[in-house]
């Protein structure tokens, strides 16, 4: 009986890591991966559409939600990195898509921000959040459409051009990739993968020195220490503003900010396919920064959030590969920009909608939608 009686209480131990597992929860799943498969494909880590599912369809509160979401976008864009650097074809000259120099320049000033996001997340009201993420969507959502039109223009210009005469148009094409080689940096130094490990080893250790930042900053209970978070002091207007305010949207909502790198690579002339690459390398160190401060400020239901992220790490190998394939069929590298599009279109409808109801509720349930203090 004493051995029954034993049995029965390591099943009920177990059964209680082992949450029941619910409609609502499935149909997360499914919308997880869908968002996973085409935010991976268009090469942004797909947060905003995360955020909403988990919080309207899985029923989780908005702390929880945004905790996961960090999760799931590290886990994902891990994937997409792992894809790029052993399974993607490389680019002109034999070169990785990824360019390191950019990823060297920016991340700092990105890690910095996620820094600064992460506490910005729990003074701002959601409302204030709310407004001005839809206000940026909105804007990059137009650029970008913008950019995807005119380079789709241009690819049937050069399809014309190549119908007339094939070997004038595979001579012109040469030339394009000539120009848009030194773009790529000096990706092809690392050996047959083309990675350059002085560089990355360099993104390592610059993330590894804000982890042990926060690591420090926190207390037992994953709540600030007043007298030791000298935010002020942070050299902030140091490095590049953009990739700074990225890091700060990284932060506050959890995403990995590919969201904003994407549009701005898109504008300095970086080739969509690179651009999609190297983005989704930011958003890797970006993403998981932010999930170890969740980790320290108290991350609860790490058993879930686990499934959802191995549901986003398999989603974004296949949407990657899916998307590369249809590339080469039709030879338009602009899909990718359509595709970086309707993301941004997608997470802005579901961004505003989500908002708008969560700060419908905190206004009739009383609660405070004023500036919360930070420890």
Request: glycine share 12%; charged share 15%.
């Amino acid at each position: 009986m004493s051995q029954a009686h034993g049995l029965d209480h390591l099943l009920t131990q177990f059964s209680q890591h082992q949450p029941r597992v619910e409609y609502n929860t499935v149909l997360a799943w499914i919308l997880c991966f869908i968002a996973a498969s085409v935010s991976s494909a268009g090469g942004v880590g797909g947060g905003s559409l995360y955020l909403p599912i988990l919080n309207l369809v899985a029923g989780l509160d908005l702390k929880s939600a945004t905790s996961y979401t960090a999760l799931m976008v590290t886990t994902g864009s891990f994937s997409n990195v792992l894809y790029n650097i052993f399974f993607r074809s490389p680019g002109p000259g034999g070169k990785s898509l990824i360019n390191y120099d950019i990823c060297l320049l920016l991340e700092p000033c990105m890690l910095l921000g996620v820094s600064i996001g992460v506490l910005c997340n729990l003074m701002f009201p959601d409302w204030l959040i709310t407004v001005l993420f839809a206000a940026f969507l909105a804007c990059s959502t137009y650029k970008t459409c913008a950019s995807g039109f005119k380079r789709w223009k241009l690819e049937t210009e050069e399809v014309r051009r190549g119908e007339a005469s094939r070997l004038e148009g595979a001579g012109g094409e040469e030339d394009e990739k000539g120009m848009e080689e030194p773009l790529l940096g000096r990706g092809g130094e690392g050996g047959g993968l083309g990675i350059p490990w002085k560089d990355v080893v360099v993104l390592i250790l610059i993330w590894l020195s804000f982890c042990v930042f926060h690591v420090l900053l926190g207390d037992d209970n994953g709540k600030g220490t007043a007298a030791e978070a000298r935010i002020e002091a942070l050299p902030m207007f140091v490095f590049p503003p953009a990739a700074l305010f990225t890091g700060v949207f990284s932060g506050i909502f959890g995403i990995g900010g590919g969201l904003v790198v994407n549009p701005m690579l898109l504008q300095i002339g970086l080739p969509p396919q690179n651009t999609a690459a190297t983005t989704i390398f930011m958003v890797l160190f970006s993403a998981s920064m932010s999930t170890v401060q969740h980790v320290i400020l108290g991350m609860k239901g790490i058993y879930q959030a686990t499934i959802y992220a191995m549901v986003c790490f398999v989603a974004s190998a296949i949407g990657l590969a899916i998307l590369e394939r249809a590339v080469e069929k039709s030879g338009r590298v602009s899909l990718i920009v359509f595709m970086v599009s309707m993301v941004m279109a997608l997470s802005l409808v579901s961004i505003t909608f989500f908002g708008g109801i969560d700060a419908w509720r905190q206004y009739t349930g009383g609660s405070c939608i004023g500036f919360k203090p930070l420890c």
